[in-house]
């Protein structure tokens, strides 16, 4: 192999994909175009298989796996985090709160990019830190375009409704006012990766004070505009 790394298994097994990248192939086929000895490439698609890496169409030929599919949509969210800075930034400038972006994990959401007012007081939320899914703007962005099970499921002790979410759907934002902190006003829009599934939340807080009880009127453009940006990002990593 002209291009070995030393490990054999994994070049041979970057072998199979690579062939398979041409379209489905029966077992014969692929034999023919790695070169590599029948049980070799049955054994490996076979194990390629097991990890989702490669998949089986009607005909029972091999077919690259849905999972190929799944970690080129991390690594677009990969590139979301690294154009989240200027546009965070940009949004906190704009807005003067500070902003956010967020991640669904299970039943949590996690801050995984921040930009923080400059001077005065300082409302942003920590990158990294762990926040609740029943409360909060971010939190009915990621839970509102969910399948109508999960979302039913993530409305159970939450403080905002299914109507609430209904509206976050048409209208395509979010706000809260002391639904998650005491005093804290957020509004929170969404960021889209392939398929235009909802990925993230990008969102401004600040206290109830200086957001007033209607943060939307104040915000909503801006946020989503920057959301949108971020989505943009990805669509054309997608599409590159």
Same mark, same amino acid.
């Given at each position: 192999?002209?291009?070995?790394?030393?490990?054999?298994? =994994? $070049?041979?097994?970057? %072998?199979?994909?690579? @062939?398979?990248?041409?379209?489905?192939?029966?077992?014969? +086929? =692929?034999?023919?175009?790695?070169?590599?000895? !029948?049980?070799?490439? /049955?054994?490996?698609?076979?194990?390629?298989? /097991?990890?989702?890496?490669?998949?089986? $169409?009607? &005909?029972?030929?091999?077919?690259?796996?849905?999972?190929?599919?799944?970690?080129?949509?991390a690594a677009g969210e990969d590139r979301l985090l690294a154009a989240a800075g200027p546009v965070l930034g940009a949004l906190r400038d704009h807005t003067g709160e500070s902003a956010q972006l967020y991640r669904r994990q299970g039943d949590q959401r996690i801050c995984v990019a921040a930009a923080e007012k400059q001077m005065g007081l300082r409302d942003s939320i920590p990158v990294g830190?762990?926040?609740?899914?029943?409360?909060?703007?971010?939190? &009915? %962005?990621?839970?509102?375009?969910?399948?109508? $099970?999960?979302? /039913?499921?993530?409305? +159970?002790?939450?403080?905002?409704?299914?109507? %609430?979410?209904?509206?976050?759907?048409?209208?395509?934002?979010? &706000?809260?006012?002391?639904?998650?902190? =005491?005093?804290?006003?957020?509004?929170?829009?969404?960021?889209?990766?392939?398929?235009?599934?909802? %990925?993230? @939340?990008?969102?401004?807080?600040?206290?109830?004070?200086?957001?007033?009880? +209607?943060?939307? !009127?104040? /915000?909503? @453009?801006?946020?989503?505009?920057?959301?949108? !940006?971020?989505?943009?990002?990805?669509?054309?990593?997608?599409?590159?």
């Amino acid at each position: 192999m002209d291009n070995s790394s030393g490990v054999g298994v =994994l $070049d041979k097994a970057a %072998i199979v994909l690579s @062939a398979l990248e041409a379209g489905p192939a029966t077992l014969a +086929q =692929l034999v023919a175009s790695t070169h590599l000895a !029948r049980p070799t490439a /049955h054994r490996l698609a076979v194990a390629l298989e /097991h990890h989702r890496l490669v998949s089986r $169409d009607m &005909q029972g030929r091999f077919v690259l796996g849905p999972r190929l599919g799944e970690l080129a949509a991390a690594a677009g969210e990969d590139r979301l985090l690294a154009a989240a800075g200027p546009v965070l930034g940009a949004l906190r400038d704009h807005t003067g709160e500070s902003a956010q972006l967020y991640r669904r994990q299970g039943d949590q959401r996690i801050c995984v990019a921040a930009a923080e007012k400059q001077m005065g007081l300082r409302d942003s939320i920590p990158v990294g830190a762990t926040l609740t899914m029943l409360a909060g703007s971010a939190a &009915q %962005i990621l839970l509102a375009w969910e399948e109508p $099970d999960r979302l /039913h499921r993530g409305l +159970q002790g939450a403080k905002f409704t299914a109507t %609430i979410l209904s509206g976050v759907r048409r209208r395509g934002w979010a &706000q809260s006012v002391s639904e998650r902190e =005491l005093g804290v006003a957020s509004v929170s829009a969404p960021v889209r990766g392939p398929s235009s599934r909802v %990925i993230a @939340a990008v969102s401004v807080s600040g206290p109830v004070e200086r957001m007033s009880r +209607q943060p939307g !009127r104040l /915000h909503a @453009a801006s946020v989503v505009a920057a959301a949108n !940006r971020l989505s943009d990002v990805l669509k054309k990593a997608e599409e590159g």
